[in-house]
């Protein structure tokens, strides 16, 4: 069975970005807020949350319905200090979570899906939310 994060990647795939004419609609249609875990090196840092709006939200969802798929198996990456995002997408009034690994393997999981690998274009969408601490994971 499909879930609905599969439905709406495909919906926005086969849509497109959202047209710019109508930017209070556009900014109904959808939304993103990420909290940003840190690193287990910063010593005293704390969880940030951040916004964005829908256009933003739909280019990730973009980003994410493009991403190869992790091969299944036993998958060797370098060390993971555990920075990470946790992502909620909003569509028409269902919410979705979606977990971005952004060291290690670098994988983003979206509920109920199967790993992929965080692409060029995904880190680089994610840096326009990025607090600045975070922001060397997703330009390096």
């Known amino acids: 069975m499909r879930t609905l994060f599969a439905l709406l990647l495909t919906l926005v795939c ?6 710019t004419a109508a930017p209070a ?4 249609d959808g939304s993103i807020t990420a909290r940003w875990q840190p690193d287990v090196n ?3 840092a704390r969880e ?10 739909h280019r990730l969802v973009h980003d994410l319905a493009v991403a190869r798929r992790v091969p299944p198996g036993v998958v060797s ?6 920075a990470a995002s946790r992502l909620t997408v909003r569509f028409g009034g269902s919410e979705n979570h979606v977990a971005v690994r952004l060291n290690g393997c670098r ?4 509920q109920g899906e199967s790993a992929r690998y965080v692409t060029p274009a995904l880190r680089r969408d994610l840096a326009r939310i990025a607090p600045e601490r975070w922001e060397r994971y997703l330009t390096g």
Request: aromatic share 4%.
């Open 48 to 57: 940030v949350t951040t916004h964005g709006g829908s256009a933003l939200a």
């Open 14 to 19: 086969l849509a497109g970005p959202p047209a």
């Open 42 to 44: 910063w010593p005293h």
């Open 107 to 110: 994988t983003v999981t979206p």
């Open 25 to 28: 609609r556009a900014q109904a």
């Open 77 to 82: 990456c370098m060390i993971d200090t555990g």
